[in-house]
């Protein structure tokens, strides 16, 4: 069996295209999640708003919008994996 060397097989794939089309298909998916986290950042900060510190919402709630105002992006990326 001939084994073709690694160069070749990454320009093969390279070629197809197979990897480019990955990429792409990542990156959006990554865009629409930036864009989610942000959205659902902003929306939450600003139905809150001033009033915060000022309303009395139960425990749950408080915990919640402290929880969502202060995640990183990261934190919110990863919140549905069993890491």
């Known amino acids: 069996m001939n084994i073709l060397p690694i160069e ?13 089309k990955i990429y792409d298909t990542i990156l959006k998916e990554l865009d629409l999640l930036i864009f989610k986290y942000t959205y659902e950042r902003e929306m939450i900060s600003e139905s809150i708003g001033m009033y915060y510190n000022v ?11 402290v929880n969502v105002i202060n995640t990183s992006f990261y934190n919110y990326f990863l919140k549905n994996w069993d890491i």
């Open 55 to 65: 309303i009395e919402l139960p425990t749950e709630d408080k915990e919640y919008y």
């Open 8 to 20: 070749t097989i990454d320009l093969i794939y390279e070629y197809d295209g197979r990897y480019k």
